[in-house]
């Protein structure tokens, strides 16, 4: 007989990334992962570029330099940063250290699909806390919580609607929750977040022994292709994930082109500025055609269609692709009647309103 996986493995949905390409089509624009249209910083670029004589060395296996540098940059415990193979790699990790059989991981109705992912791939129960107009909502998260509660995602900003809880709101849902419950602040959207009342969460994890803080370099940085993400911890749960972390799990190209993206300060504000710019001008041009747009702070919009056949999601969709533009279908979170579109530059941001002007007009793609 052949071997069986443990329970729960068969029960998981494989992740389906976004699309990089559409067969026989020439691409205008690849909208469907939330990727930095600007590409990478120069200089990490650079940095990435002189490890090419290198790669017969292991990395140093604790990131010690960007987390110093992380530290510095946020004005951070370097001690209790731990680093990883993007931010996925961390969450992962941090089911298997706290969650398993007979437990429960609880998150938002619309939140990361890596939740529940990694709930079921270490034999716990995911669990879902309903939505007030695509925000998470505290207070049914609270009324969720039970004894088999190990662990609270929350995704602030959210993927994929782009909706935020207010720093006020997180503090009350860390205050909330029993001490034993871990929670996890996934802040991978912080960086483009400009509200007052915003907190990516670090002050809660100085606060709590039970709150944890993840980021990534895929996002603002331009770093998706190395995988670089880290989370900030209470001193006990920093010990917990570097047990069982893999000894060299951040390869040393993504160490040093992460250093370099970090110190590029005036890259990182022109990414930040280009898309306060060009979401905004998006999200306005297609409320114009009609469509329903959540309000986002991240650099997506979650865009709502018509059910009506051929005015649907999946024809906009389709139409999209056949014009070489590629968003992203999100019926997997429970919006089939939603595309998610990632704020490009601006040559793929107005192709994209044209696109979908023509496309309610119903003109031939």
């Known amino acids: 007989m052949a071997p069986t996986p443990r329970p729960g493995i068969m029960d998981i949905a494989p992740y389906v990334p976004g699309s990089h390409s559409v067969p026989g089509v020439e691409l205008r624009a690849v909208l469907s992962a939330n990727e930095n249209p600007l590409g990478a910083s120069p200089r990490a670029v650079a940095a990435f570029k002189a490890h090419a004589e290198k790669l017969h060395r292991y990395p140093e296996g604790g990131s010690t330099a960007l987390r110093a540098a992380l530290a510095r940059h946020y004005g951070l415990d370097a001690a209790r940063i731990v680093c990883g193979n993007g931010s996925d790699e961390l969450i992962g990790l941090l089911v298997h250290a706290y969650a398993g059989p007979g437990d429960e991981v609880l998150y938002s109705q619309y939140g990361f699909l890596m939740y529940p992912i990694a709930a079921r791939a270490n034999g716990a129960v995911p669990v879902t806390a309903p939505e007030k107009d695509f925000r998470a909502d505290v207070d049914a998260i609270l009324k969720r919580v039970t004894a088999k509660t190990r662990i609270v995602f929350l995704a602030n900003p959210n993927n994929p609607t782009g909706t935020y809880l207010s720093r006020e709101e997180v503090a009350r849902l860390a205050e909330g929750l029993p001490k034993g419950t871990l929670f996890v602040i996934d802040a991978a959207y912080a960086e483009f977040v400009v509200r007052n009342d915003y907190s990516a969460g670090s002050e809660l994890v100085d606060r709590y022994d039970n709150v944890v803080m993840t980021r990534t370099f895929s996002k603002i940085h331009g770093l998706a292709a190395l995988r670089l993400g880290w989370a900030y911890c209470p001193a006990g749960v920093a010990d917990v994930l570097n047990r069982?972390?893999?000894?060299?799990?951040?390869?040393?190209?993504?160490?040093?082109?992460?250093?370099?993206?970090?110190?590029?300060?005036?890259?990182?504000?022109?990414?930040?500025?280009?898309?306060?710019?060009?979401?905004?001008?998006?999200?306005?041009?297609?409320?114009?055609?009609?469509l329903t747009v959540t309000p986002s702070v991240g650099n997506f919009l979650l865009v709502r269609f018509a059910a009506d056949k051929g005015r649907d999601a999946n024809a906009a969709d389709a139409y999209m692709a056949r014009r070489g533009i590629i968003p992203r279908k999100v019926a997997g979170y429970g919006l089939p009647d939603c595309l998610r579109i990632t704020v490009g530059t601006e040559a793929e941001t107005r192709a994209v309103a044209d696109a979908l002007a023509d496309f309610l007009a119903g003109k031939p793609a």
Do not use: C, S, Y
């Not at 160490?255 to 022109?270: I, M, P, S, W």
């Not at 898309?275 to 009609?290: H, T």
């Open 244 to 290: 069982i972390r893999g000894p060299f799990n951040v390869n040393a190209a993504a160490q040093a082109a992460g250093l370099a993206a970090l110190e590029d300060v005036a890259f990182t504000d022109a990414t930040r500025t280009h898309n306060d710019i060009w979401r905004d001008w998006l999200a306005g041009k297609l409320k114009a055609m009609g």
